[in-house]
């Protein structure tokens, strides 16, 4: 048989027959979306979609942020 394609339609393919995987990459992507959505780099490290609140168990209740960001424009929502 043929050997597998490495790359597909702008996708690395990295095979493992061993372990019966395969791993994709798009290198620059991510790159190129932040760019594109002009998304600015945060001061501090988030892997998440979003700032996140450590639950405090010791408190009854425990409230939820409310969000103060104005809403989207026209230029803003292009897609």
Not at 41 to 65: C, E
Request: charged share 20%; proline share 14%; net charge negative.
């Amino acid at each position: 048989p043929p050997p597998p394609p490495q790359l597909y339609c702008g996708i690395h393919l990295n095979w493992d027959y061993n372990k019966r995987t395969v791993e994709l990459s798009i290198p620059g992507y991510v790159e190129a979306a932040l760019h594109e959505f002009q998304h600015p780099t945060p001061r501090r490290q988030y892997h998440a979609p979003s700032y996140w609140v450590r639950p405090d168990y010791t408190q009854r209740k425990q409230l939820t942020t409310v969000d103060n960001t104005a809403p989207m424009d026209e230029e803003q929502t292009t897609l």
